[in-house]
């Protein structure tokens, strides 16, 4: 029964993956029915706003004919008990009559947080909780944070050399990784909902900073100009790539140089500049500039740090702020993983602090 259990689950966490990067702020979820061993439906929240897992797995199940009174359901995360853009989905599960429902975390959410689970039992399903809950919760370490703290989930990308420098003394940086390395960025860019750069990269390369994945929503592309450098450019008339596609926000200290040209807020420092994110809706932030790096370093959730097969000997290094002195006081960074892409690695690390 057990391995059975894991087995759908399993495939309900697949399903969820699905809906990334379309979800945010929301969480991905994912849910399958069963009935008499057999999956009978499957669902995922394929979209912010619309409809839940629970509701889509349902709906499956019965466009194939299938009577949903007596099965199980494997969702990964507790089935709301709330309105909010849609209706409470513990009590669609009661009425339709479902036996057993077998939870994988509950949901963070303060207006859900057990309730849901509670419902449920109370009219007599058989619900369990925690089956693989660890996965649950990395799948959607973003909307924990989100909905905790109101904060984004920031994450730190950089492109390094084996000898760790992100650019050379010159400042020429293309490129580093290769192309694997560079579409598994695309990836990165698709679980975060915004993109954060210095206007220096704005500058000199004129990035797009939108995903180029088929199956990609637009991207919020956060710039930090303090002096309002880009401001000035495109009064000169100089077009940037980044008003191509999705909303561009500027933290400058500078607003009135954006008057009528782009959004821009009068804050620089970037714990102010995270709860502004996280004001405006923003749950996540994949910190690209090297440049920026170190002022977000004690405030990020993630390093994603990609090495490509080159060294520079000299150049610019990314955390130069550190200045550690003994090798004791260095911050220790948790390995999550390290993958290899094509000549290429990328090592995915949590701050240990
Ligand atoms: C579920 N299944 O598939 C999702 C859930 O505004 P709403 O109605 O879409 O509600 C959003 C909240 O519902 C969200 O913050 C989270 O707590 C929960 N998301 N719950 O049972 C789902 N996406
Ligand atoms: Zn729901």
Same mark, same amino acid.
């Given at each position: 029964?057990?391995?059975?259990?894991?087995?759908?689950?399993?495939?309900?966490?697949?399903?969820?993956?699905?809906?990334?990067?379309?979800?945010?702020?929301?969480?991905?979820?994912?849910?399958?029915?069963?009935?008499?061993?057999?999956?009978? #439906?499957?669902?995922?929240?394929?979209?912010?706003?619309?409809?839940?897992?629970?509701?889509?797995?349902?709906?499956?199940?019965?466009?194939?004919?299938?009577?949903?009174?007596?099965?199980?359901?494997?969702?990964?995360?507790?089935?709301?008990?709330?309105?909010?853009?849609?209706?409470?989905?513990?009590?669609?599960?009661?009425?339709?009559?479902?036996?057993?429902?077998?939870?994988?975390?509950?949901?963070?959410?303060?207006?859900?947080?057990?309730?849901?689970?509670?419902?449920?039992?109370?009219?007599?399903?058989?619900?369990?909780?925690?089956?693989?809950?660890?996965?649950?919760?990395?799948?959607?370490?973003?909307?924990?944070?989100?909905?905790?703290?109101?904060?984004?989930?920031?994450?730190?990308?950089?492109a390094l050399t084996?000898?760790?420098f992100i650019a050379?003394?010159?400042?020429?940086s293309k490129w580093i990784t290769?192309?694997?390395a560079?579409?598994?960025?695309?990836?990165?860019?698709?679980?975060?909902?915004?993109?954060?750069?210095?206007? #220096?990269?704005?500058?000199?390369?004129?990035?797009?900073?939108?995903?180029?994945?088929?199956?990609?929503?637009?991207?919020?592309?956060?710039?930090?100009?303090?002096?309002?450098?880009?401001?000035?450019?495109?009064?000169?008339?100089?077009?940037?790539?980044?008003?191509?596609?999705?909303?561009?926000?500027?933290?400058?200290?500078?607003?009135?140089?954006?008057?009528?040209?782009?959004?821009?807020?009068?804050?620089?420092?970037?714990?102010?500049?995270?709860?502004?994110?996280?004001?405006?809706?923003?749950?996540?932030?994949?910190?690209?500039?090297?440049?920026?790096?170190?002022?977000?370093?004690?405030?990020?959730?993630?390093?994603?740090?990609f090495y490509g097969?080159k060294?520079f000997?000299?150049?610019?290094?990314?955390?130069?702020?550190?200045?550690?002195?003994?090798?004791?006081?260095?911050?220790?960074?948790?390995?999550?993983?390290?993958?290899?892409?094509?000549?290429s690695?990328?090592?995915?690390?949590?701050?240990?602090?």
């Amino acid at each position: 029964m057990r391995d059975e259990d894991e087995k759908f689950m399993r495939l309900a966490l697949e399903l969820a993956k699905r809906g990334e990067g379309w979800t945010n702020p929301n969480p991905m979820v994912g849910a399958v029915i069963v009935k008499d061993g057999k999956i009978i #439906g499957v669902g995922w929240h394929r979209k912010f706003g619309e409809k839940h897992a629970e509701i889509n797995a349902i709906e499956d199940a019965k466009a194939k004919g299938y009577d949903v009174r007596g099965a199980t359901m494997y969702v990964t995360l507790e089935p709301c008990s709330h309105w909010g853009k849609q209706p409470p989905c513990a009590d669609r599960i009661i009425q339709e009559g479902f036996k057993r429902v077998v939870v994988a975390m509950e949901d963070p959410n303060p207006l859900v947080a057990g309730q849901g689970i509670e419902k449920m039992r109370k009219a007599g399903i058989e619900v369990e909780v925690g089956l693989l809950e660890e996965e649950a919760r990395k799948l959607n370490e973003i909307f924990l944070k989100y909905i905790t703290t109101k904060l984004p989930f920031v994450s730190i990308k950089l492109a390094l050399t084996l000898d760790g420098f992100i650019a050379t003394e010159t400042g020429s940086s293309k490129w580093i990784t290769g192309e694997k390395a560079r579409q598994r960025v695309q990836e990165l860019r698709r679980k975060h909902m915004a993109i954060m750069v210095g206007s #220096g990269t704005v500058l000199a390369d004129n990035p797009r900073l939108n995903c180029r994945l088929e199956n990609c929503p637009e991207k919020v592309k956060v710039i930090l100009d303090r002096s309002g450098r880009v401001a000035d450019e495109m009064r000169k008339g100089r077009k940037f790539r980044l008003f191509e596609d999705g909303r561009v926000i500027f933290f400058t200290e500078k607003p009135e140089k954006f008057k009528g040209i782009a959004e821009a807020y009068p804050i620089t420092e970037p714990a102010k500049i995270l709860k502004k994110l996280g004001e405006l809706g923003i749950d996540s932030v994949l910190v690209e500039g090297g440049r920026i790096a170190c002022q977000f370093l004690s405030l990020a959730d993630k390093l994603y740090l990609f090495y490509g097969p080159k060294l520079f000997g000299r150049g610019i290094k990314p955390f130069e702020c550190l200045k550690v002195e003994n090798t004791k006081e260095a911050p220790l960074l948790r390995i999550e993983s390290i993958e290899r892409l094509g000549e290429s690695f990328l090592v995915t690390a949590y701050p240990g602090w």
